[in-house]
């Protein structure tokens, strides 16, 4: 088989193009003929199919790419024949990038960018956590496909940007967590302004404005040790939720001025209704025609409540936001089982609690851990149907809460915890 693979075919997968060369490798886009799926194959270009180094620095990019975050650039395969090796990998060349998308779109609102930004650390931490560092992480590198992110370039240092370096790894080639959650708050600052610097005057929220700051410290001490770090800073400082009342105000005026037209239509229709009683002042308390009025009433305010609860969620709204929940520690509750109940790891739970080996657990010792919501349970609600809006299972929403009496436990304006996605 040759280097010019348009139009062969490699095992199921038929190669379609050609798509660009690099100094020691080729890309093609192919499909693999029974899932009708298209693939990125990179393999030796011609000129160094007998190139010993090139070939092992592409057997090399198999490390990284194990990691294996439903956000991450996925590897399908590896294929060695006598006469190439060939990596299989999810084709995204088609997707825009972060750095198109803000070139295109326009800089981020405080709250797109609160969405984006946490799934981006959710995918480093995870990657971090297994001792994978990402070798080019900038804005070229971060797919965005809607509400949803990919992080791609695990496997090589393409798209390498001094812009988003640390000034340690400028410096000395030094690469580790801090130098990466460097990069990371350089691009949170791009998205909101669509430059690397911070600027001095800006109209976003101060704690965001001091999370960046923190990331971006040329001393990699005095920024955050771990993602989960600087996730937890943004968790505690500002939410979506807070994101959204500020620009509520805004249109306060506005606000004013509709509930002043809401209590002069409500006295109007007093005057009216109190008038066809025939100036009676006390209202029939087994008119049905009322009370029928009344409960409707009652029911479509509900039901507005359940679907915007449901757009909401659909929207991944709540799915993306992670809160900040104080856990009371029970007496002979270990780190594990609490870690268990809120769908968490032991490690990510002591990283946001800064345990050291030398930490006891102390009954009714507060404990940080992550939570995906607060649910206000509507009234007929069930336990089946909640679960089912977040994507969980029931047994998972039980253990959050301590639930022993669903009938008891779970009822109208009830508050449950509703925990991370395993």
Same mark, same amino acid.
């Given at each position: ?54 070939k092992e620095k592409l057997r090399r990019e198999i490390h990284n790419l194990r990691f294996t975050h439903p956000q991450s650039k996925v590897l399908y395969d590896f294929i060695e024949t006598p006469e190439n090796s060939y990596l299989v990998l999810e084709y995204l060349e088609d997707k825009l990038n972060l750095e198109q ?62 812009n988003y370096q640390s000034p340690e790894e400028i410096q000395k080639g030094t690469r580790n967590e801090q130098s990466n959650i460097f990069s990371l708050g350089k691009i949170g600052i791009f998205m909101l302004f669509g430059i690397t610097e911070l600027p001095k005057k800006h109209a976003i929220n101060p704690k965001i ?63 009216? @209704?109190?008038? /066809? &009683? ?12 009322? =009370? %029928? $009025? ?107 809460? @301590?639930?022993? /009496? &669903? ?12 925990? =991370? %996605? $395993?």
């Amino acid at each position: 088989m040759t280097a010019q693979l348009v139009g062969e075919r490699l095992l199921n997968y038929e190669i379609k193009s050609f798509l660009r060369s690099e100094t020691f490798y080729d890309y093609y886009l192919a499909e693999h003929l029974l899932f009708d799926r298209k693939v990125l194959i990179k393999t030796l270009n011609a000129a160094h199919l007998q190139n010993v180094e090139a070939k092992e620095k592409l057997r090399r990019e198999i490390h990284n790419l194990r990691f294996t975050h439903p956000q991450s650039k996925v590897l399908y395969d590896f294929i060695e024949t006598p006469e190439n090796s060939y990596l299989v990998l999810e084709y995204l060349e088609d997707k825009l990038n972060l750095e198109q998308y803000i070139i295109q779109n326009g800089t981020l609102t405080e709250e797109k960018m609160l969405r984006l930004f946490r799934q981006i650390l959710d995918i480093l931490g995870s990657a971090h956590q297994i001792g994978i560092i990402h070798p080019a992480l900038n804005p070229k590198n971060i797919i965005i496909e809607g509400n949803q992110v990919k992080i791609v370039g695990f496997e090589n240092p393409n798209y390498q940007d001094k812009n988003y370096q640390s000034p340690e790894e400028i410096q000395k080639g030094t690469r580790n967590e801090q130098s990466n959650i460097f990069s990371l708050g350089k691009i949170g600052i791009f998205m909101l302004f669509g430059i690397t610097e911070l600027p001095k005057k800006h109209a976003i929220n101060p704690k965001i404005y001091e999370a960046l700051a923190v990331a971006t410290e040329k001393n990699p001490k005095e920024r955050f040790s771990t993602c989960a770090e600087f996730a937890t800073a943004l968790s505690e400082e500002i939410s979506v939720e807070e994101v959204e009342i500020k620009h509520a105000f805004t249109n306060l005026p506005v606000i004013i001025l509709g509930v002043l037209l809401a209590i002069l239509a409500f006295m109007l229709y007093d005057i009216i @209704d109190e008038t /066809d &009683e025939r100036g009676s002042l006390v209202y029939n308390l087994y008119d049905q025609a009322r =009370i %029928k $009025k009344i409960r409707d009433s009652v029911r479509n305010a509900r039901r507005q409540e359940f679907i915007r609860d449901s757009i909401r969620i659909a929207q991944n709204r709540a799915e993306n936001l992670q809160k900040i929940h104080v856990h009371k520690v029970k007496p002979g509750e270990t780190l594990k089982e609490i870690a268990e109940k809120y769908n968490m790891s032991v490690s990510h739970l002591k990283q946001l609690n800064s345990f050291t080996e030398k930490t006891a657990l102390k009954v009714d010792a507060g404990l940080r851990v992550v939570i995906r919501d607060y649910h206000k349970v509507l009234d007929g609600e069930e336990l089946g149907q909640i679960a089912q809006k977040y994507g969980i299972s029931k047994f998972d929403i039980i253990r959050a809460n @301590d639930i022993e /009496d &669903e009938l008891k436990d779970v009822y109208p304006g009830a508050d449950l915890i509703i925990p =991370i %996605k $395993k």
